[in-house]
Structure formats: structure tokens, C-alpha cells
């Protein structure tokens, strides 16, 4: 049974809204959801100082990919899994929007982060690292493949950022790591990437996406291999 606003208990304008846009963002099709403040690390934005000044806290929120695609995908990208990946960041970039609009709408400001805008494809930078935002809300872990890992959806899964000043309660980072699995390292085709995240091989990386884009495997720095591999620890 739905219970009327009004008779909703909330002990904070904070933890109102905070329930009532992740319920959107549900609706919308979000598979996870988290908040966190971003004063201590604006700095790190491709944004204009001026754009972000107002503004406090990140939303993030994540959208499942097609176990059923990436089951496709072998030791290369495949054009299923390209074009799945061009439509669920059109589709993540819809559900910032329409978030945005939900924000607004009750007169907060807001910045709608694109999804999968990279600024600097060599070093794999967008205006933000929503992989970061994803940590500090409390959705994951970055993982040995460079990836945010979810305890339950592994690293496939797709993000976007939201950022606002609308009052909302803060979500705690993730205590958890990748333990005894190592299912991603063995089928990376780079050898990319190590036993501790801070060994991953950017550079590496980079090189074997350029090589599948030459090859005429994708017309995009995309792979999937390793998104594949990376369940959750939970399975």
C-alpha cells in the first residue's frame, strides 16, 4: 500500500528529499543510488570554478548492462555490445536529465553531468569521475580492473552524476574490496591489470582499445572484456 506524503515520517528535509528523488530515480530505471558532498574535491572538476560554486552535493546513480549481451562478448567487443553501450549512456544521460528536471522543478540548482562525455581519451577523463562520485556515495569500490565494483552487480553497470545543491542526506563509502577474486586479470587482453587497482595499466589499456577500433571491432574506445569477467562478490 502506498502511504500519502504527509504521512511519511522523516526526521530531516535532507532525508525527505533524499528518499523521494532516489524513488524517482528508481522509477526511472536506476538500479542504484547514493549521495555525496563534493567540497573537498571540486578542484578536481573540468567544470568553470563559477558553475559548481553553489552547488554541494553529488547524486550518482547507476543502470545495469545485459548479462545477456556482455555473455556474447569473448576476447574482443562486439557490435551488440556497442551498440547497447551508445544506448544505455543515452540512457543515462535521460535519467540525469529528467532528475535534473525533478531538482529544479522545486527550485534547486542543478548540473547534469554527461555520462560518457571523455575529455581526454588517453587518460580516460571526463568532466568528472563518476567512478569517484560512485565511491564516495557509497555504491562500490574501484576494483583491480580500474572499474567501480557493486558488492551485488560487479563493474557492469553504467554511471552518471547529478550535481546540486538541493539538501540531501549523505550516503557513507563502501568498506569492501575485491578479495580472493581475480576472475578479470587472466582474460584482460592488454595485461592491463594487477593484483592491487593502483597497478592497472592505463596506458596499456588505451593501446588495446585503439587496437579493437583498428581492427573494426567498435568505432569506439570500448572492450568489455573484463566488465564481463566482474560479477560482485556476492556470486
Excluded at 4 to 33: C, D, I, M, V, W
Excluded at 128 to 139: F, N, T
Excluded at 168 to 189: E, F, Q, R, W, Y
Excluded at 214 to 224: A, E, M, P, R, S
Amino acid at each position: 500500500m502506498n502511504v500519502p506524503e504527509s504521512q511519511t515520517n522523516f526526521s530531516s528535509p535532507e532525508e525527505r528529499n533524499y528518499q523521494r528523488l532516489k524513488e524517482f530515480a528508481q522509477s526511472e530505471g536506476a538500479a542504484l543510488f547514493g549521495v555525496t558532498n563534493i567540497e573537498s574535491f571540486k578542484q578536481e572538476f573540468f567544470f568553470p570554478p563559477s558553475l559548481t560554486a553553489n552547488l554541494n552535493r553529488a547524486v550518482v546513480v547507476a543502470v545495469r548492462l545485459s548479462e545477456k549481451i556482455l555473455e556474447e562478448i569473448e576476447d574482443h567487443p562486439t557490435p551488440l555490445y556497442y551498440h547497447h553501450y551508445r544506448q544505455i549512456n543515452i540512457f543515462l544521460d535521460q535519467l540525469a536529465l529528467r532528475s535534473a528536471n525533478f531538482i529544479q522543478e522545486r527550485n534547486w540548482e542543478v548540473l547534469p553531468v554527461p555520462a560518457s562525455q571523455i575529455i581526454d581519451w588517453e587518460n580516460q577523463r571526463g568532466h568528472l569521475s563518476h567512478k569517484k562520485m560512485a565511491v564516495k556515495a557509497g555504491l562500490g569500490w574501484i576494483g583491480r580492473n580500474n572499474l567501480l565494483v557493486n558488492p551485488q552487480l560487479g563493474a557492469q553497470i553504467r554511471l552518471v552524476t547529478i550535481l546540486t545543491n538541493m539538501p540531501l542526506k549523505i550516503d557513507s563509502p563502501t568498506l569492501g574490496d575485491c578479495g580472493p577474486c581475480h576472475a578479470c586479470i587472466p582474460v584482460c587482453p592488454a595485461g592491463a591489470i594487477g593484483e592491487n587497482p593502483e597497478e592497472f595499466d592505463h596506458l596499456k589499456c588505451y593501446q588495446q582499445l585503439k587496437l579493437f577500433r583498428k581492427l573494426g571491432y567498435t568505432q569506439q574506445f570500448i572492450c568489455g572484456i573484463c566488465v564481463k569477467a566482474c560479477k560482485g562478490v556476492s556470486h
